[in-house]
């Protein structure tokens, strides 16, 4: 490599909390890092809600590579007591409430319209909902800690494969230009792709049956959930666990409302379109502005009728359609990470998982392995990472065939919880080598869920969605199907619709 260069060991290319965390696992054990970012810290982004994988991963994280400065992130609890400075909020579970009737929601004494899933049993234990500003600057503060150079406001001019195991990274900051030279380069952009755009991967995203796409920001003075729920008579006892305090779905036949709240009352709310019925090159969230939510949805309205967009960001976004794929996740020389590859929708919350999922993975190939002798384990990663995304896109697309009918929401959900809590079960055990997310590479689960997805596409297909002894047929074969892999009592609550454990931890 060029003596004009600056070398690494490893470039990684964007500073989120998973390109940082990979940075400090690789430097804590002797490689030289380089993180590149063109953006800076404090910055705000989406992608806010943790699961019990998540935590399950993040304490392997900590646990195998001694990152004593995370561990208090792993729970509620303790990341409040530790760090009161880094804004989180409390997730015991998700809650679902459905809108779709022709008189929306109705509390009623069997929960017809009402789905708690809960994932903990105490606040203390909880699952968290981050605010990623003051998350993803910690994660690079610990990063800089480890001795991870950090190049944030850092404009890339061009990436020049030199030769295998030789890349060339010119980059523009207040100090000038420079020239970075690595063996390896990880993407750890997300949407922007910056590599992959660079290296011309091809763009697959029309694979998935998910279509949607979304309208958010962050929001203070919302009347609480709990409040509006006993205004309308819910049985409050029976939950098992304070509404807000979990991740929040509002469900309509058009769509979704996501709500996380955080300890400080700020909270993230977004409207998630369905866009299954939508030949347009411009999104649905493209075309309509927030007034236009609330205009549609007249209880969004009444809920949010104090609310005022909080002055960071002090805006609304909007995006395009939310999927996308990469044909491929890695190459002899350079990894994407997951939600570089790809992103779903953030039905069930997979996101974060899943980047600590790669993280986690990417670090034991770059670690364990030579540059000459790794190409085998990186393309056996980028073919499972395939498999999670398609798998997540099965899980997801059912729900939105379910937003027309809340029992086969209800069931089609129940089949996220079966494989997620397999997954962690499947994680625990496996000694050798990583399992991919959500036990993706497992034959017998891809079977189960796409044994399920066929036959829900031929009851839509065929115009039977709305035939109520299909739809209750079908959900009977939803539960015998996933009942060798419910680990968690799922279609079985003590009080209907409401599940005051799930985690298998």
């Known amino acids: 490599m060029s003596s004009q260069s600056k070398v690494f060991d490893v470039i990684i290319l964007g500073a989120g ?117 003051d998350v993803d600057q910690f994660f690079a503060d610990v990063a800089r800690k480890y001795g991870v150079t950090m190049m944030e406001q850092t404009e890339i001019e061009s990436i020049r494969r030199a030769a295998p195991n030789d890349w060339r990274v010119n980059i523009q900051s207040e100090q000038g230009t420079s020239q970075l030279a690595a ?132 805006k609304v976004f909007r995006t395009p359609r939310l999927q996308r794929l990469a044909s491929v996740a890695a190459g002899e020389d350079w990894v994407a990470m997951p939600f570089t590859t790809g992103f779903i929708d953030p039905m ?31 393309r056996h990663y980028s073919d499972t990472v395939l498999q999670e995304f398609e798998t997540i896109d099965r899980l997801v697309w059912g729900c939105y065939v379910g937003l027309r009918d809340f029992r086969l929401f209800n069931a089609w959900s129940m089949i996220y919880f079966a494989v997620v809590t397999t997954y962690e079960r499947l994680f625990s055990q496996s000694a050798d080598r990583p399992t991919g997310f959500l036990g993706a590479d497992q034959t017998d689960i891809r079977d189960r869920v796409g044994g399920l997805t066929d036959e829900l596409r031929s009851i839509q297909a065929s115009d039977r969605i709305k035939d109520h002894s299909v739809i209750e047929s079908f959900i009977e074969t939803i539960r015998m199907t996933i009942q060798p892999i419910n680990q968690v009592g799922l279609f079985d609550p003590p009080i209907q619709n409401m599940y005051h454990r799930t985690a298998a931890k």
């Open 17 to 133: 909390f998973a390109g940082s965390l990979l940075g400090t696992l690789l430097s804590k054990r002797g490689m030289s890092i380089a993180v590149v970012d063109r953006d800076k810290h404090p910055r705000f982004t989406i992608g806010e809600s943790s699961t019990p994988a998540a935590d399950f991963l993040l304490q392997h994280i900590v646990t195998q590579f001694g990152i004593e400065e995370l561990q208090p992130l792993v729970r509620f609890g303790s990341w409040r007591k530790t760090h009161p400075e880094i804004l989180c909020g409390c997730k015991r579970g998700f809650s679902y409430f459905d809108h779709g009737r022709s008189g929306g929601f109705e509390a009623t004494s069997n929960h017809r319209d009402e789905l708690l899933v809960a994932a903990s049993v105490s606040n203390e234990v909880a699952d968290t909902q981050w605010y990623r500003a």
């Open 348 to 378: 069930h919350s997979t996101g974060i998982a899943h980047s600590l999922s790669g993280v986690e993975r990417i670090a034991q190939i770059l670690l364990n392995e030579t540059n000459e002798s790794r190409g085998d384990s990186l």
């Open 183 to 314: 063996p390896m380069i990880v993407d750890a952009t997300g949407s922007g792709r910056c590599l992959a755009k660079r290296l011309g991967i091809q763009d697959i995203s029309d694979r998935f049956m998910t279509k949607s796409s979304a309208i958010y920001s962050h929001w203070e003075n919302l009347t609480p959930l709990t409040d509006w729920l006993a205004a309308r008579g819910a049985a409050l006892n029976d939950y098992p666990y304070r509404a807000e305090d979990s991740a929040v779905h509002h469900l309509f036949r058009d769509g979704w409302l996501w709500h996380l709240q955080f300890a400080n009352g700020r909270t993230s709310v977004g409207f998630v379109f369905d866009e299954s019925e939508s030949d347009r090159d411009v999104s649905i969230a493209q075309q309509t502005d927030w007034q236009g939510v609330l205009r549609d949805h007249p209880v969004i309205n009444e809920w949010m009728s104090d609310a005022n967009i909080c002055a960071f960001p002090g």
